[in-house]
């Protein structure tokens, strides 16, 4: 069992930056994949970005690619999720999520949702223009 909470998001100005924190407990969360999601009003949601279990390997989507960096801290039970160059289309809740993903499985099994087995509660980004 992993439980995820979110914290960091907030209010901030088109340009500007927030790094967003995902705190898991458990013993064993260095082996899980943790991928960051988001979804804004009226929209599905929709992958941000991934880190593999030792972190030796990200994924971005094609939008947030350049702008955000995912990274871990296993001693901390932490990933964490800098947001720069910030617009109103990041106006989102933002999920982080855990699963355990094989390091043979394609880099495409970390975009896809279903494959988290653990969601935290999200935290709020609003992006003002």
């Known amino acids: 069992q992993v439980q995820l909470v979110e914290s960091g998001g907030g209010l901030v100005q088109a340009g500007g930056s927030l790094k967003l924190s995902c705190a898991a407990s458990g013993r064993t969360f260095s082996t899980y994949a943790v991928g960051w999601f988001r979804q804004a009003p009226g929209k599905e949601r929709e992958f941000v970005a991934a880190i593999r279990s030792m972190g030796t390997r990200t994924h971005y989507a094609n939008n947030t690619k350049g702008r955000f960096t995912i990274s871990r801290d296993n001693a901390k039970n932490t990933v964490y999720l800098q947001m720069n160059s910030l617009n109103s289309e990041d106006t989102a809740v933002y999920y982080c999520?855990?699963?355990?993903?094989?390091?043979?499985?394609?880099?495409?099994?970390?975009?896809?949702?279903?494959?988290?087995?653990?969601w935290g509660q999200g935290t709020q980004v609003t992006v003002s223009s």
């Open positions: 999520a855990a699963a355990l993903l094989s390091p043979l499985v394609s880099g495409s099994s970390y975009s896809t949702a279903t494959n988290y087995n653990y």
